[in-house]
């Protein structure tokens, strides 16, 4: 049975990577659904930065989709991936369109690589 995390990681370990993931799933989940929801504030800054208020809605949703893949045992390892591919082109976007340093971004990508790390370390190819 798949799982979401390595049998060969120590208990410490798991639960490290557990709270973080869930940590920085829990901030995805947040903009996804403010995303969805239209609420001002992410209009605001959609408007900001690009004229893109229109695809707000379809961007929280894949966002949303994204996060169920990555906490689905069998699609993990793809979730995974994607949510990184996600979070790359969003910080590509925050730094072209705004001009500023993406801290936030920068920080909930880092706890959800991070994470997810400590619970699969095979996905690193580095053998930690």
């Known amino acids: ?37 239209g609420t001002e504030e992410m209009v605001q800054n959609f408007a900001s930065m690009t004229n893109w208020t229109d695809k707000m809605a379809f961007i929280g949703a894949l966002e949303l989709v994204i996060l169920v893949l990555y906490w689905i045992p069998t699609t993990m390892n793809m979730g995974f991936f994607l949510m990184l591919g996600f979070m790359g082109g969003a910080l590509f976007a925050e730094v072209l369109l705004s001009g500023e340093f993406p801290i936030p971004a920068m920080f909930v990508t880092t706890l959800f690589y991070v994470g997810t790390f400590l619970r699969k370390p095979s996905l690193s190819g580095l053998g930690i």
Request: proline share 0%; charged share 15%; hydrophobic share 50%.
């Open 1 to 37: 049975m798949k799982s979401l995390h390595e049998s060969q990681i120590g208990k410490a370990r798991k639960i490290a990577g557990y709270t973080i993931s869930i940590l920085a799933t829990l901030m995805i989940l947040m903009a996804g659904i403010t995303k969805l929801m």
